[in-house]
């Protein structure tokens, strides 16, 4: 079933503000508190906000290769994310019982992302 005028407007109000009510303000419900969470419960328009959502959202697979290629440009912060996609940055510490607390320090050697840490 198409969605009235009146719905499509409130849809397109919804998606930008992700609050019922106001989207039902700005497409001229009369009762924007009532009409906006009951428009909500609709199956059409559920459905219609599942479709808009399946049709822009972004797979992992394109923000990789967006990634990538700024990555490939010399963006550092990119090549970390890469990094951290592919799990290769990942610390792992084992410690095992004990009543003693530990201490475990981490360094990381011309790591260009590391912050200065005074030392203790």
Same mark, same amino acid.
């Given at each position: 079933?198409? &969605?009235?005028?009146?719905r499509?407007?409130?849809?397109?109000?919804?998606?930008?503000?992700?609050?019922?009510?106001?989207?039902?303000?700005?497409?001229?419900?009369?009762?924007?508190?009532?009409?906006?969470?009951?428009?909500?419960?609709?199956?059409?328009?559920?459905?219609?906000?599942?479709?808009?959502?399946?049709?822009?959202?972004?797979?992992?697979?394109?923000?990789?290769?967006?990634?990538?290629r700024?990555?490939?440009? #010399?963006?550092?912060?990119? &090549?970390? &994310?890469? #990094?951290?996609?592919?799990r290769?940055?990942?610390?792992?510490?084992?410690?095992?019982? #004990?009543?003693? %607390?530990?201490?475990?320090?981490?360094?990381?050697?011309?790591? %260009?992302?590391?912050?200065?840490? %005074? %030392?203790?």
């Amino acid at each position: 079933m198409a &969605l009235t005028k009146k719905r499509r407007v409130w849809l397109e109000a919804y998606l930008q503000t992700w609050n019922a009510t106001e989207a039902a303000r700005q497409a001229g419900y009369s009762f924007p508190n009532k009409s906006g969470p009951a428009l909500l419960k609709d199956e059409h328009i559920r459905q219609a906000i599942d479709e808009r959502l399946e049709s822009e959202h972004m797979k992992a697979s394109e923000a990789l290769a967006l990634i990538a290629r700024k990555a490939r440009k #010399g963006n550092l912060r990119a &090549l970390e &994310l890469i #990094g951290k996609a592919h799990r290769l940055f990942v610390d792992r510490v084992e410690h095992e019982g #004990g009543e003693r %607390p530990i201490q475990v320090v981490i360094e990381y050697v011309d790591d %260009p992302f590391a912050s200065e840490v %005074p %030392p203790s």
